[in-house]
């Protein structure tokens, strides 16, 4: 085996999955495409869907791999990306749940304008006067929907800021996003296995771009990432 061989063996075992798949998208020489194949087959990539690779042209200089430090900026820019569409998700979750609660509160509102203020009612296991459950029905359909917004506001902002300050920006992201559903894991332990894929994804993507910085040989606190 070559040693350009080996060097790209070496580069390919240390890149992700979405950074082989851009790499089968250059021209590259035979043996370096056969060596990327087998590294994806080795990761269980689906190899039909990957595009036509395209010609090859032997007095090109081929494309070489991606550097450390490129691979670094890719995976900080991937985190930043993840603070974006957390905050996405977060507002489309929680619009969700005010819309799917408002049928259920307008009903109960309803119903008790027949009732007496000062009557009372059992609510969620509790004895309260009808005033008290309205109020307590308004505040847990603006919790349920409410704080899901909020946060995904908060999360747009941090993003807004990450793009010119992303190690700052994804160290906020990621310790916010791990306090809170630290905290909601203590109050309820069930809701840990509620969207785990999603929490792990997220957690890996912000965790990897933070830890990326150590790869770079200088600081983008002073960049742009546009």
């Known amino acids: 085996m070559s040693l350009q061989a080996e060097d790209y063996i070496a580069e390919y075992r240390d890149l992700g999955v979405a950074e082989l798949v851009n790499q089968w998208e250059e021209p590259l020489p035979p043996e370096a495409r056969a060596l990327l194949l087998a590294e994806l087959e080795a990761r269980r990539y689906r190899i039909k869907s990957l595009p036509n690779a395209p010609d090859y042209d032997p007095h090109a200089k081929p494309a070489p791999p991606p550097t450390a430090a490129e691979r670094a900026s890719t995976r900080v820019k991937d985190g930043v990306s993840a603070i ?9 979750v929680g619009s969700f749940l005010a819309i799917r609660e408002w049928g259920v509160l307008s009903t109960n509102l309803d119903s008790w304008n027949a009732l007496d203020g000062e009557s009372m009612m059992t609510l969620g296991g509790e004895l309260m006067s009808v005033s008290a459950a309205r109020i307590q029905a308004v505040l847990t359909w603006a919790f349920a ?66 830890l990326a910085y150590r790869d770079l040989g200088t600081s983008p606190e002073a960049g742009d990432l546009d």
Do not use: E, N, T, W
């Not at 974006?84 to 489309?92: E, P, T």
């Open 84 to 92: 974006f569409f957390l905050g996405l998700f977060q507002i489309v």
């Open 145 to 210: 929907g409410g704080l899901p917004i909020l946060l995904g506001v908060f999360f747009l902002v941090v993003y807004r800021s990450a793009r010119a300050r992303p190690r700052l920006g994804i160290g906020v992201a990621l310790f916010v996003f791990m306090v809170l559903h630290g905290v909601q894991g203590l109050v309820d332990p069930s809701s840990l296995a509620s969207g785990l894929v999603v929490k792990v994804f997220v957690i890996g993507v912000l965790g990897r771009g933070l």
